[in-house]
């Protein structure tokens, strides 16, 4: 058996930042680039099983508090655009 594990939130969010344009059509070609993917990687690898990580506590907040310290500072500023497209996403 072949397992194809997929760190979710990092494929969907590399997706979405490759992409230009409207809010909707970047949603709709995140999600088709995130499966072509997983489609890849199954082909290439001749998967059995696809497994999707989700988020969840991650062991470097335990060991070095800085860790994703400035995400907040980041989306305070971002402009009423981008923050309504982030909660899209």
Not at 23 to 33: E, S
Not at 42 to 62: A, Y
Not at 70 to 78: C, I, Q
Request: charged share 30%.
């Amino acid at each position: 058996m072949t397992y194809i594990l997929v760190d979710t939130a990092n494929t969907f969010f590399r997706a979405r930042h490759a992409i230009q344009g409207d809010a909707d059509i970047k949603l709709g070609m995140a999600f088709h680039i995130t499966l072509n993917s997983i489609k890849k990687a199954w082909r290439d690898f001749n998967g059995s099983h696809v497994v999707f990580c989700l988020k969840g506590r991650t062991w470097r907040k335990d060991n070095y508090e800085p860790y994703k310290h400035n995400r907040s500072d980041a989306r305070a500023a971002l402009t009423p655009k981008e923050q309504e497209e982030d909660q899209l996403f």
